[in-house]
């Protein structure tokens, strides 16, 4: 290993134990040893994702199964994936032992050289990532998106790359110690997560890490809990909202038309903002705002709203048969997603929901009832969320997707939207969110097709 900031990060000698696999691990193992890092991988399921892969690797011992002890305490650095609580006994072990706790994005952090925009926030953060990403190669700007969204912040190192679009969960907040975005942004603060964080404050703290971080700051004057974490303002700091007209980025009403403005300065129409519903239009605000930070210019950005319609599993349209909207929001994977899913769309709905709830408190959908015509419930949490929406309107349990969609099609008539927005994480019966919105596409196209 060469000298420069990542012989800073890890020293003379480093061996790097990393514990869990999947893209986050595979990725760090990879890059160290490019570049000649001792390191070992270590994973407590038998077969995890990536493992094949990761045996080829030369030089890297692989151990599966566990967390033994000693294989832990011989690490000079311990880099955990976002998906592993450190609150584990070998992981607590490793650092009172000595270990130095490391994160993939630290590492990232001490690769590159180029600007970074970084992105939080319970709902929107994949779409804005992605929309400032389309914004910046529109301007020309050669560009790399991922991280929590994918792919893996490290396999983003490009020297030929001019800006970085990082996506970050709060568990890779919460292990990050050095990087410096030049503008961060927190969109919202809604329950989340919260079998993994002690309560909602402490959840928003570690959102807010990010702002501590970084140069720029751009932040939600909608949301009381991102405005309590930005604290007073400053002259680095730049505001969105929808219902805020002294936000620095806001939408006003002139000639008829509703607009997306700068300081009362109309610029975009909403009409050219091609994502749909309301919850859109605050991810384009905020989108304009880090490409502001980023010096991307507006004409780029107002033809990146033309053209971008979104990522898969976030809104996005699979069918129209016989007069009914099939919508997958796969991605919905928290109460306050599905709210805004929901928010955005024009009833009567049928909403498919269900899975892990991760302890969140599901009561804020009951105030959605009046658009819901039906709640068809499956997975590990279908008796809470029935408890919650059953007195507001007709619930359905079923045992999974599959019979979900089932009973979708035998309920729904013309003028219906059947919408999978499940409000809870995918993991009782999927390998991970895409999988649950794949097997629903396909469910609807077969029952296309034979139609």
Same mark, same amino acid.
């Given at each position: ?194 079998? =993994? ?24 004057? +909608? ?39 700068? =300081?009362? =300065? ?32 507006? +004409? ?25 909207? !099939? ?53 590990? +949490? ?30 729904? =008539? ?23 919105? +794949? ?7 077969? !029952?296309?097709?034979?139609?």
């Amino acid at each position: 290993m060469k000298g420069g900031p990542l012989k800073d990060l890890l020293g003379e000698d480093p061996r790097v134990a990393v514990v869990g696999l999947g893209a986050t691990g595979v990725s760090a193992l990879r890059f160290l040893r490019e570049r000649g890092v001792e390191c070992l991988a270590v994973d407590s399921r038998p077969h995890p994702p990536g493992l094949d892969e990761v045996r080829s690797l030369e030089g890297v011992s692989v151990f599966t199964g566990g967390f033994p002890e000693q294989l832990l305490t011989w690490a000079t650095h311990v880099l955990v994936s976002p998906g592993v609580p450190l609150e584990q006994q070998e992981i607590r072990a490793a650092l009172e032992h000595g270990a130095a706790l490391i994160s993939d994005v630290d590492l990232f952090a001490a690769a590159v050289s180029a600007p970074v925009v970084a992105v939080t926030g319970s709902n929107g953060k994949s779409t804005v990532t992605a929309l400032v990403a389309e914004m910046a190669r529109q301007a020309g700007i050669e560009v790399r998106a991922g991280g929590n969204l994918g792919p893996a912040a490290l396999d983003l190192v490009d020297p030929d790359c001019r800006l970085y679009v990082l996506e970050l969960s709060s568990f890779q907040l919460e292990r990050t110690r050095r990087l410096r975005p030049v503008a961060g942004a927190v969109l919202n603060i809604t329950p989340d997560h919260l079998d =993994r964080h002690r309560d909602l404050s402490a959840y928003a703290a570690i959102k807010g890490r990010l702002l501590r971080m970084s140069h720029w700051r751009v932040v939600n004057a +909608d949301d009381r809990r991102v405005m309590q974490l930005a604290g007073q303002g400053s002259e680095r700091t730049l505001t969105f909202g929808l219902r805020s007209s002294a936000a620095t980025w806001h939408l006003l009403p002139r000639d008829g038309k509703l607009w997306l403005a700068r =300081r009362g =300065r109309a610029l975009i129409t909403a009409g050219d903002v091609a994502l749909a519903g309301e919850h859109n239009l605050a991810n384009a605000l905020a989108a304009l705002a880090l490409a502001e930070t980023a010096n991307i210019p507006l +004409d780029a950005a107002h033809a990146a709203l033309k053209t971008f319609r979104g990522l898969p599993h976030r809104m996005q349209l699979v069918a129209r048969i016989d007069g009914v909207t !099939w919508i997958n929001d796969s991605k919905g994977t928290n109460v306050g997603a599905t709210e805004a899913a929901i928010r955005g769309l024009e009833g009567p709905l049928i909403l498919l929901a269900g899975g892990d709830g991760k302890g969140a408190d599901f009561s804020p959908l009951r105030a959605c009832g009046p658009k819901i015509k039906a709640a068809i419930l499956f997975g590990k +949490d279908r008796q809470r969320l029935a408890g919650v929406l059953a007195p507001v309107t007709e619930t359905i349990l079923v045992e999974d997707l599959t019979a979900a969609v089932s009973a979708a099609r035998n309920l729904a =008539r013309a003028g219906d939207t059947v919408l999978l927005s499940p409000a809870c994480a995918s993991l009782d019966q999927f390998a991970d969110y895409r999988a649950r919105g +794949d097997l629903f596409e396909a469910l609807v196209k077969r !029952w296309q097709s034979a139609a």
